[in-house]
């Protein structure tokens, strides 16, 4: 059975083409841009592309496929959480496809998608997931029932704090890999150097903005090389974000970390995660970068989980909720 997956919840209009057994046959998409990146993201604009966009989308994912829009026995869609306009498009289309072929829908939660393609990807099986992307910084794991938020940030994303920076030092968009490859070129990690930055961890929770306010001041007086910079930022935000997943490791006993989201794909935060679970005795994952990114695959596999584990409703009952929880979601498939 092949399941075509639509993700819409953000910039990222995506469509993948999965077998059941867990097999890509395709993982497309485009992206919405504007000149700041980002930044000037408007809701319906982001929608407008994805309008405009659907169509061309859906036929690259099934001649990259090779089948076709008959052969398709399950459609899935990011109902949750995201920008309401841009979920819209993802469902409309969704739906669409369903009434035409006659088969099921299924709407599914997009944090939780990004878990399950790190456990289908990779060998991880009960993982805390470090879910590290543009707008969410969350971390995760399954108890009782759901998959609980152990902490989360308190104001902005990872990722928008690394591309706010970079915007404000005028590096472009996104700012993530920008700013790790200038971080590569600073001296002051072989003078084991670093600039003292706020450091900002509650419990298990996150924030960024003091520091990204501390950045940009640090920047505009001119007294810091922008690699030293960057060095530092990332020294700290990626410590912050190991400290409060290390934690969420030692309070569930679970022995495995899973990376999710753009930041992921981040060289060091990659080898700090892996130096932590190394002296913890746990095993670190990271899925190849097409499946840390926004992408349509991770909605297509939940999809194909929860419709074999019994999700059923009829097409007009499914709708979007930009808002929920990842700890809102009944876990029945596991
Ligand atoms: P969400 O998943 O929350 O809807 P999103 O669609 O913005 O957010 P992703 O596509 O997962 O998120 O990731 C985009 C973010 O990842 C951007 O903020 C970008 O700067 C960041 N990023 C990408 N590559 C790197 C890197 N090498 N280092 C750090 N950050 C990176
Ligand atoms: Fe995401």
């Known amino acids: 059975m092949y399941c075509l997956g639509i993700e819409s919840t953000a910039h990222t ?17 485009v992206m919405f841009m504007t000149e700041e990146g980002e930044g000037g993201m408007i809701p319906n604009e982001v929608a407008k592309h994805h309008r405009l966009h659907r169509d061309e989308v859906i036929k690259k994912a099934l001649d990259t496929a ?47 998608a990004h878990l399950e393609i790190g456990n289908l990807m990779t060998k991880s099986n009960d993982p805390v997931l470090l879910y590290a992307s543009g707008v969410n910084t969350q971390v995760i794991a399954y108890e009782g029932g759901k998959y609980r938020i152990f902490g989360e940030t308190l104001d902005i994303g990872v990722g928008n704090f690394l591309d706010s920076f970079a915007r404000h030092c005028g590096l472009g968009f996104p ?6 490859k200038l971080a590569l070129n600073s001296g002051m990690k072989k003078k084991g150097e670093i600039i003292e930055l706020p450091y900002s961890v509650k419990g298990m929770d996150v924030s960024f903005g003091g520091l990204l306010t501390n950045l940009k001041q640090k920047f ?21 974000l ?16 899973l990376l999710g989201g753009g930041v992921a794909c981040n060289s ?33 596999w939940l999809g194909i989980l929860e419709h074999k584990a019994g999700v059923k409703k009829e097409i007009d ?15 029945i498939w596991r």
């Open 13 to 29: 209009f995506g469509v993948a083409i999965m077998e059941d057994s867990g097999r890509v046959l395709s993982n497309e998409k």
């Open 66 to 112: 090779g089948i076709m829009i008959k052969d398709i026995g399950l459609v899935s869609f990011s109902m949750s959480p995201g920008l309401a306009p841009s979920l819209v498009v993802g469902m409309e289309t969704a739906k669409d496809i369903a009434r035409t072929n006659k088969i099921p829908l299924v709407g599914v939660n997009h944090c939780i």
């Open 175 to 180: 700012g993530g890999p920008k700013l790790e």
């Open 220 to 240: 505009d007086s001119k007294k810091y090389k922008i690699e030293d910079l960057a060095f530092s930022m990332q020294e700290t935000v990626f410590a912050m």
């Open 242 to 257: 190991i400290e409060v997943s290390e934690r969420a490791i030692a309070h569930t006993g679970k022995k495995e970390l």
């Open 268 to 300: 060091r935060l990659q080898e700090m995660a892996k130096i932590m679970c190394k002296e913890r005795g746990a095993e670190c994952f990271v899925p190849e970068r097409q499946f840390l990114v926004d992408n349509a695959a991770m909605i297509s």
């Open 317 to 331: 009952e499914w709708d979007i909720d930009p808002y929920e929880r990842t700890d809102d979601v009944e876990v």
